[in-house]
């Protein structure tokens, strides 16, 4: 399950950032970064993320939520095998039980 949410979130992301880099040419020009001059630098790092943080940011809290429900399946999971294996378990019992139930009937029946 956890898989699937990873997958759904790198879908979600390769999107985000096809859109924004769509995007990025009216963005980038509105806050001032020229076009022409492709250099790595931190302060266009620090304005990348000033653009990209606000749309990772709902991503971000939607894979945390996914990663807790994620979390409460398998916690659910665990107690529901648990869970089984004690009714298998009191079952056999019951079983054991009823056997020696008969048994003990059919011993009475038979000294009378």
């Not at 879908?11 to 020009?29: E, H, K, R, T």
């Not at 266009?44 to 990209?52: A, I, K, N, S, Y």
């Not at 095998?81 to 004690?86: K, L, M």
Request: glycine content about 2%; overall charge negative.
């Amino acid at each position: 399950m956890a898989m699937n949410a990873w997958n759904c979130f790198v879908y979600i992301m390769l999107g985000v950032i096809f859109l924004a880099s769509a995007n990025s040419v009216d963005s980038l020009a509105d806050i001032g970064v020229d076009q022409e001059s492709c250099c790595s630098s931190s302060d266009l790092e620090d304005q990348c993320g000033f653009v990209c943080y606000p749309i990772l940011k709902p991503l971000l809290q939607y894979l945390e939520k996914c990663q807790e429900m994620d979390l409460q399946i398998k916690e659910l999971e665990d107690m529901f095998r648990e869970q089984s294996v004690e009714i298998i378990k009191y079952k056999s019992k019951t079983e054991v039980l009823s056997k020696h139930l008969e048994n003990n009937f059919c011993d009475t029946k038979a000294i009378r």
